[in-house]
């Protein structure tokens, strides 16, 4: 994966996909699932890795399995998800927690083909609780668009959640 | 003050003072006479396969590091060191030649010996004693099958006793099969705003919430019938599973069906192949009951304190408690070793989507938990009770199992003996006046023909 472009891609590319993700988290801060699922490619790959705290010298090999993950999504199982959370039965969610997104360093690094781009951003997500407390999680997250006619559809996402220890009771929440 | 914890509980009534769950000096009392006390789970030996190999985690609040030795055992010590008490390990697992503390720069061997000192004859004069200042060792370590626990209490009973018939069912995951157990992936850790017994007891015999709280993740994932538990708690069937406590205060609750461990994957159909190919093995191996009815079934163990296992739903899991009204709860995937690889993968990743952080199942009780804890610690809310008394007195002996049984997944039963079990040791001075009991224990030769 190219890191930095060479050269950089056309201003309206970045425009289209910034506006994209903007789009995007103003849709799950409104709890548009659907509307947000009509964004994703039907091959999507979801995913957030679990992470452990080592040092940087350990030489330990990868664990036999992986290291399993937080999220490992196909178009499939994120539909499970808001399924289980339009089910009328999350008490958790309801009443609604307050939830607000904020993107921000968006950085398009490569054009893998001419209508698709990958992507950094950071995502800085801000929680207000039902029990009345904050939780602001942060995140970084490579993705993966493509240009499909007028629409941009996320086609692969990694997510690295900045927190050994999740500072919250649950993740109901896309990121 | 002195507690007086003879009337925090009441087994036979089944009710608990919310005192329990919020007071801070019955919390230090906890920190002293049960996990100073109690065989804690410390590592499963898959987790550190070399010598060198270590992992950190907790005893109570102690912060603890598990090493791998040379000659292949095992130790584990304070991770604080001997000089100002500053930890001498800030990573979560590796593998070392040497812990180094950061402020001075003492540095232990992975046998806690005191192996380097700064400026130790310019400045100590060549006169500090070094065997006196090696890494606080953990009392008592020992294995059962593969897991790993540690004892504070010189007088504690054998780690075998102390699980006492426990072993009949953690044998239904960790013997069931001849390669024997692992567990999978990092750890899943997570904050929550609980007391530590309310997630326990929700494990351990709390079938009733099941159909309630995670509705939602029901209606998402199920893919069989468990034990006629449905959405809305709507139905049940009490003839298919059991509650089984009254053993040394570790508690099961078991379907029996042999199969309902995988109702919530969403595709069983690869971990139903393999349990079916294996079934004969695990049948000669354990028996028949619990070859045929509990391997492979929905079982969720409690190992008193705070150890849980899921064999089937496959995590594993310690609730480290951090203070009065604080966990951080770690999870772990479980497998066979002798599973194909790609059934060990869908297990962890089954196991994350349901009881991850992310986790369909998970994401439902942790507000729920939070929040019995929170109504715990108003002046007024203080004062009153809780009750788990379904189903009292309705519990006996069933043939082919050790325990007192009460029907049913559904059912209050497993966790009076929790908070019995609480109360004995907190009213207990010291492991002689702990009682141990067994029963209905199942001598050795029933056991293996069960």
Known sequence: MLDRPLSPPPVEVIVAVTQALHCEARLLDNEDFDGWLAMLDEDICYRMELKSRRFRADRSPPLPVGPGVIFNEDLGRLKLRVDRLKSGFVWAEDPPNFIRRAISNVEVVARPAENEVRVHSVLIMHRNRIDGTTRVLTAARTDLWRGEGQAWLLVARDIVLDHSVLPDSNLNAFF | MALDIASLVDTGTGRQSRLIYAN??????????????????????????????????????????????????????????????????????????????????????????????PLENEAYFGELDRSKFGLVPVTKVSEYKGLVFGCWDANSPSLEDYLGDAKFFLDVWLDAMPGGSAL???????????????????????????????????????????????VGNSGVDLDGGLSVAGMNGHMV????????????????????????????????????????????????????????????????????PKGPGQIEQWTWAMAENDMPEAVKTQILENQCLTFGLAGLFDNDDGDNLAACTEQSRGWRTAQMDVYTNMALGRSGKREGFPGDIAAGLVSEHNQRYFYRRWQEHMMAENWAEVPTYNINSLTAQEAEHA
């Open chain 2, 253 to 320: 609750l078991s379907a029996l069906d042999g199969v309902s461990g995988y109702a919530f994957y969403p595709d069983p159909k690869p971990i139903l192949e393999y349990l079916e190919a294996n079934r004969q093995t695990v049948i000669d191996r354990l028996g028949e009951v619990r070859g045929k009815q509990v391997w492979g079934a929905q079982v969720n163990i409690t190992i008193f304190p705070n150890l849980q296992l899921l064999p089937g739903l496959n995590w594993f899991r310690v609730y480290h």
């Open chain 2, 184 to 230: 999978l992936g990092e750890t899943q850790k997570m904050v929550l705003g609980t007391n530590w017994k309310l997630p326990v007891e929700n494990v351990c015999g709390d079938g009733y919430h099941l159909g309630w709280a995670h509705a939602g993740a029901m209606s998402a994932v199920q893919s069989m019938d468990l034990t006629g538990l449905s």
């Open chain 2, 24 to 117: 801070e000096e019955i919390y230090r009392q906890e920190l002293e006479r049960i996990f100073g006390r109690c065989w804690l789970f410390l590592v499963h030996t898959s987790q550190i396969p070399k010598p060198g190999d270590y992992f950190r985690t907790f005893m109570g609040e102690d912060d603890v590091i598990v090493i791998r030795q040379k000659d292949g055992s095992i130790k584990a010590f304070l991770n604080s060191c001997t000089h100002r008490g500053n930890r001498v390990c800030r990573a979560d697992r590796g593998n070392a030649r040497a812990f180094t503390c950061n402020y001075h720069g003492w540095s232990f061997a992975p046998d806690g010996a005191l192996a380097g000192v």
